[in-house]
């Protein structure tokens, strides 16, 4: 079983950054791969981000660019650089496991709202 605990949200005006870390628990995280997502108000929950256990990236086409995903193994830790925010970025976001590994339950996740 894994757990999640997001952090690094905020409010921040248009054009503005943020980087989001994801601590994890246990011992699974190092070999799976993980994901970030997010759910706007009133969406569904999407994926966003991936990131292969050996650190390879894949972003939704609409945010490469912008957003940049990484992992510390060593450190049980994930984190997304988000750059350019827009309004449209606003939501909540959550790290999980990609769509392919367990499911495992979800955090309570951190709130980006991109406002001037």
């Known amino acids: 079983q894994v757990q999640f605990v997001e952090s690094g949200g905020g409010l921040v005006q248009p054009g503005g950054s943020l980087r989001l870390s994801c601590a994890a628990s246990?011992?699974?995280?190092?070999?799976?791969?993980m994901a970030w997502y997010r759910q706007a108000p009133g969406k569904a929950r999407e994926l966003v981000t991936t990131?292969?256990?050996?650190?390879?990236?894949w972003y939704v086409s609409s945010l490469k660019g912008r957003f940049t995903i990484s992992r510390d193994n060593a450190k049980n830790t994930m984190y997304l650089q988000m750059n350019s925010l827009t309004p449209e970025d606003t939501a909540v976001y959550y790290c999980?496991?990609?769509?392919?590994?367990?499911?495992?339950?979800w955090g309570q996740g951190t709130q980006v709202t991109v406002s001037s």
């Open positions: 990131i292969t256990s050996g650190g390879v990236p």
């Open positions: 246990g011992n699974m995280f190092r070999i799976y791969d």
């Open positions: 999980n496991g990609a769509p392919a590994a367990p499911p495992w339950p």
